[in-house]
């Protein structure tokens, strides 16, 4: 059973950055699609980013973090990283490190998920 | 205002069925295949349905899911307290070249 195990989430003042990154424990992670899914309080799951297999150089950003967000991935490391910037009040919520199976949108492992706060 | 649509809450007692229904359109359900989640707050939320009604092993057949044209529901039968939980619909849609998920519907057992 593959893991993901993500990191750097917490708190955060407007305007501020944070980094988040989900290390794989799986053996196929430079053949597999990785992506951050948020939800912030009381509202629905939602795609931030995901980005494709080295080779392609795809990614994806929603509307709300286009400009702001930033997706990597180090295939030596098995990790995948997003960068955060320019944060608001509206990017709180719990982001979980999502492993795509076969084709988006499934989802074949989530991390446990890590919760980023931005507050004055 | 998520683009495919979920009503935001369904009820049902043990033992009874209750059926999720998923509305979208021909660029996301009516063109892509629909996949459902299960979602206890505070755990990862879990795979229940792929490619419209295909079950991961390890999930109990009193869960199913059936798509026609631009809509998909998630059935589940014999209720159980377990099952109080968030259902998220999910698609690809090929307009908007993006994965969705639907609004999520809040199961009370």
């Known amino acids: 059973q593959v893991q993901l195990v993500e990191s750097g989430g917490g708190s955060v003042e407007p305007g501020g950055s944070l980094r988040l990154s989900c290390v794989s424990s799986?053996?196929?992670?430079?053949?597999?699609?990785f992506g951050w899914i948020r939800q912030a309080p009381g509202k629905g799951l939602e795609w931030v980013s995901y980005i494709a297999v080295t080779s392609t150089g795809d990614t994806f950003y929603s509307d709300s973090a286009k400009g702001r967000f930033m997706i990597s991935r180090d295939d030596a490391r098995k990790s995948v990283s997003l960068q955060m910037n320019s944060l608001t009040a509206d990017d709180s919520g719990t982001y979980y490190c999502a492993r795509v199976e076969s084709q988006l949108p499934r989802v074949g492992q989530w991390g446990k998920g890590i919760l980023v706060a931005v507050s004055s | 205002q998520s683009v495919l649509t979920q009503p935001p809450s369904a009820s049902g007692t043990p033992g009874q069925s209750v059926t999720i229904f998923c509305s979208g359109t021909?660029?996301?359900?009516?063109?892509?295949?629909v996949y459902w989640y299960q979602h206890v707050p505070g755990t990862a939320p879990k795979l229940l349905i792929y490619?419209?009604?295909q079950r991961p092993s390890g999930v109990p057949d009193r869960f199913s899911g059936s798509k026609s044209g631009t809509s998909a529901s998630l059935a589940i039968s014999g209720l159980r307290s377990e099952d109080e939980a968030d259902y998220y619909c999910?698609?690809?849609?090929?307009?908007?070249?993006?994965?969705?998920f639907g609004g999520g519907t809040k199961l009370t057992v």
């Open positions: 490619i419209n009604d």
């Open positions: 021909r660029s996301n359900i009516g063109g892509n295949h």
């Open positions: 799986g053996s196929n992670f430079k053949y597999e699609y």
């Open positions: 999910a698609s690809w849609d090929a307009r908007l070249r993006a994965p969705l």
